[in-house]
């Protein structure tokens, strides 16, 4: 059980953020878990089963969210349900006030192709929102590479809308981070990734992207979209 007694705010996390500037994602997992312990929450989009595995084999039990927005592959639900099998993890799944029947009843069908930026906050902002309550800290697998809008990404920030602390422990990693992991771990992967798609969101709003495209070019392709809206 966590013994932390900081004062979380903006400056306590720059201190640490600091502190923890040339740490390992290791390093920063068992700083997170020692300071927060089962007060924190790790999200998870399941492109790929990294934080489930670095969080679950070091705290057992450690709550793994899943954005279950209800328009998800079939196969990042296989993958969170192997996860699941595999890693001492509990999958907290957070479920839109609406099921997509009632979304299309009151909004008209396929509101995300035209208006994603509602459809995104029914179903991902406000579930995220809800489901940090309680919580201390959060863990994101973001990294600096997903996007331009990433690339100053800090590893431990305060994040004032939700009123807690926001862990990133693989924001430095490059791809080959992530894949030497995958390898060295045995992990269960999304095996969309190795059909084209390198960024992972909802199945009507991701398309494949060529070989040496932006990753993030597939999210809401022909749209000015290009964040859901978790991490801003
Ligand atoms: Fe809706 Fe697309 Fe956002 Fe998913 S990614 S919540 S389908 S707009």
Redesign the pocket.
């Known amino acids: 059980m966590s013994t932390d007694t900081t004062v979380w705010n903006a400056e306590a996390c720059a201190e640490v953020n600091e502190r923890l500037a040339g740490a390992s994602a290791s390093e920063i997992a068992d700083w997170a878990i020692e300071t927060f312990g089962q007060k924190l929450i790790v999200a998870a989009s399941m492109q790929d089963t990294i934080l489930p595995h670095m969080f679950g084999t070091r705290l057992p039990g450690a709550h793994v969210l899943f954005l279950e927005?209800g328009?998800h592959f079939k196969e990042t639900i296989e993958t969170r349900d192997e996860a699941a099998r595999r890693f001492p993890i509990t999958i907290v799944n957070a479920l839109p006030a609406k099921t997509v029947e009632e979304q299309d009843a009151e909004f008209g069908k396929d509101l995300?192709a035209r208006d994603?930026n509602l459809?995104?906050f029914m179903?991902?902002v406000d579930p995220l929102a809800r489901s940090l309550a309680g919580y201390d800290a959060w863990v994101t697998g973001a990294r600096r590479v997903d996007a331009v809008t990433r690339a100053e990404m800090p590893i431990v920030t305060w994040d004032e809308g939700h009123g807690l602390v926001k862990i990133n422990p693989i924001a430095a990693w490059s791809d080959m981070d992530v894949e030497v992991y995958q390898v060295a771990n045995q992990l269960p992967r999304n095996p969309l990734v190795a059909q084209g798609y390198p960024s992972i969101?909802?199945e009507?709003?991701t398309n494949k992207v060529a070989p040496g495209e932006d990753p993030r070019s597939g999210r809401w392709s022909g749209q000015e979209k290009t964040e859901?809206g978790i991490h801003e």
């Open positions: 927005t328009y995300f994603p459809c995104c179903r991902k969101g909802c009507p709003c859901c």
